[in-house]
């Protein structure tokens, strides 16, 4: 397994702002991906980050909207960028737990829950 | 037609009852198969991977029916700490897809 702790827990923000967002896997993995979860409803993937590569966005997602960083084995970031109210949601985090392949098991972050005014 | 359909429920059950969820899921070359738990306002937790064969942990089981692209999950002896929603989730071209999950109550 993977323990994943995310940062910051929670904010609000002014719109036309950034927002980064830190995940951090307490082991090396190769995979990690960002979802989105508006309330009430279930994950939707942004993107898949993976060390070494740029990351690979989902349909309807954008680098200059949500661009993400993967420096290492253990760590990424998710930036909102240019914030609006449609943006508020929980931004999750989680990592694929093989170093060396895929498990399709995915271990998630406790989620950063963003208002955005 | 999504990838992964479930009963939004609520499933409305006395402690001790006997619970199942079905899940459906359009993408035939899927090979991996999870049931993921999600408490308000957490994030969602794997509680059990599905085989094809069937599988249980404890008071939970899970089965598979390949053939009518169909995914199950029993709770037997419901306790007040199972209310959750239940996610279904299976793999589709190197991602996982997640249900709309299926919501658990369990009253005194």
């Known amino acids: 397994s993977a323990v994943i702790s995310q940062k910051p827990s929670r904010d609000i923000c002014q719109r036309g702002t950034s927002l980064t967002i830190q995940c951090q896997v307490d082991?090396?993995?190769?995979?990690m991906f960002w979802y989105r979860q508006q309330p009430g409803q279930s994950l939707t993937l942004i993107a898949t980050a993976n060390q070494g590569s740029e990351a690979t966005y989902e349909s309807g997602f954008v680098i200059d909207k949500f661009p993400i960083s993967r420096p290492n084995l253990t760590f990424s970031t998710l930036t909102v960028s240019n914030m609006s109210p449609e943006d508020s949601s929980i931004y999750l985090c989680?990592?694929?737990?093989?170093?060396?392949?895929?498990?399709?098991?995915?271990?998630f972050g406790p989620g950063t829950r963003l208002t955005v005014l | 037609r999504k990838e992964v359909e479930q009963d939004p429920g609520p499933f409305n059950v006395p402690e001790g009852a006997t619970v199942a969820f079905n899940c459906t899921y359009s993408?035939?070359?899927?090979?991996?198969f999870f049931w993921y738990r999600q408490d308000c306002r957490k994030e969602p937790k794997l509680l059990m991977s599905?085989?094809?064969s069937g599988n249980e942990d404890g008071r939970f089981t899970a089965q598979l029916n390949r053939a009518s692209q169909y995914i199950s999950l029993l709770i037997r002896d419901s306790k007040l700490s199972d209310s959750a929603t239940y996610l279904c989730v299976v793999d589709s071209s190197y991602k996982l897809i997640f249900g709309s999950g299926t919501r658990l109550l369990v009253r005194p």
């Open positions: 989680s990592a694929d737990p093989g170093l060396a392949g895929r498990t399709d098991t995915q271990y």
């Open positions: 082991s090396q993995v190769t995979m």
């Open positions: 993408n035939s070359a899927s090979q991996s």
């Open positions: 599905v085989y094809s």
